[in-house]
């Protein structure tokens, strides 16, 4: 029997409603082959559906032992849900698998807990993935051009991390900040704090499926939420490491306005109420003193005028045209 003390990686599993994935997600985590022992963490937001008595079975059949389920008589919300699992968490590591992606390499979480136990000065292991776009029936495949070795000023400049992807050293930065709750999203906002305290390793290698489908979170958004919530986690990451790290502050600010630019030009394309706009264009000035407003004018204009280039546009239609081939190629299965 697997004790509290043996358990090197605790895996950190949200569901809500995912009766149709989350059996995938969870055999692709029980059927992982390791030579140590971990254990699946599931916090459940009040399924209405059938996702709860799933995890239940899969519990009965694979041991209490091996998964614990934490319940919510409410719906909570997503980062209210996802710290409960997260401090229910033990061990040495930490990875994470949503309730509707799955693992496909049953070596994952052994390859990765190798890697960082063979190096301290890193604190953060991901992989590459297949992206999974179900509506649609096509695929595609995360960043393949991301360098090996990253650190915080890279992730900063760019969240190329996949969630699903994610394994890291549990307790880096200590209890999770009360801010945590303001964020439309944990993934990034978790990824950043712990590059603080070590480097981030890649591998060049598809380990997991992410799959994006209409009743997920990110996808449900539309564009202007998706530009509200990355403003939103920068704007309270920018809080956190103003003072701790002057040089991570600045790249976040950067992208912060880069994002309500983008929003601000959304609105512009589609004749959002002027006062909408003008909301926004306010909380930038304020948040950014040394960005005037004839500058953020002219950053707005810049952006609406600007036309993609030759390269842009082939490469655009490189993607589409092998995004419409992957119908025919089968999706990864579960490990």
């Given amino acids: 029997m697997t004790k509290e003390n043996d358990i090197k990686v605790s895996v950190l599993m949200l569901s809500y409603n995912q009766e149709a994935y ?5 055999r692709s985590v029980m059927h992982q082959l390791t030579d140590f022992d971990f254990r699946l963490v599931i916090g459940d937001d009040c399924s209405t559906d059938s996702t709860l008595a799933i995890c239940r079975r899969l519990q009965t059949e694979y041991g209490a032992n091996r998964i614990e389920i934490l319940p919510s008589d409410h719906n909570v919300g997503l980062l209210a849900n996802f710290k409960r699992p997260f401090e229910a968490c033990s061990g040495i590591y930490i990875a994470i ?19 960082l136990d063979s190096h301290p000065d890193y604190s953060t292991c991901v992989h590459r ?13 995360s960043n393949g051009g991301q360098k090996a070795e990253n650190d915080i000023i890279d992730l900063a400049r760019s969240n190329f991390i996949s969630n699903v992807s994610a394994m890291f050293r549990r307790g880096l930065f200590g209890d999770l900040p009360e801010w945590i709750l303001n964020v439309a999203t944990y993934d990034y906002a978790i990824h950043l704090m712990n590059a603080e305290y070590g480097k981030i390793h890649y591998i060049n290698r598809c380990m997991a499926v992410y799959r994006k489908h209409r009743s997920a979170l990110w996808s449900q958004s539309g564009a202007e939420k998706q530009y509200i919530m990355a ?79 030759l390269k842009e546009r082939a490469m655009a239609l490189l993607k589409s045209t092998y995004r419409k081939f992957t119908r025919f190629m089968p999706v990864p299965k579960p490990a």
């Fill in 22 to 26: 989350i059996e995938d997600a969870v």
């Fill in 97 to 115: 698998c949503e309730g509707d992606d799955y693992w496909t390499d049953r070596m994952k979480l052994q390859i990765q807990a190798d890697f």
């Fill in 129 to 141: 993935v297949v992206n999974y776009y179900q509506d649609e029936g096509t695929l595609s495949k």
């Fill in 231 to 309: 403003m939103t986690v920068r704007k309270v990451l920018m809080e956190h490491f103003k003072m701790r790290r002057p040089d991570v502050y600045a790249i976040l600010l950067d992208a912060y306005v880069n994002n309500a630019v983008a929003l601000l030009c959304h609105y512009a394309r589609t004749a959002v109420s002027p006062d909408k706009a003008r909301c926004i264009a306010d909380e930038v000035l304020a948040v950014s003193p040394s960005l005037t407003e004839a500058e953020l004018r002219e950053r707005i204009d810049a952006a609406l005028a600007r036309t993609p280039s």
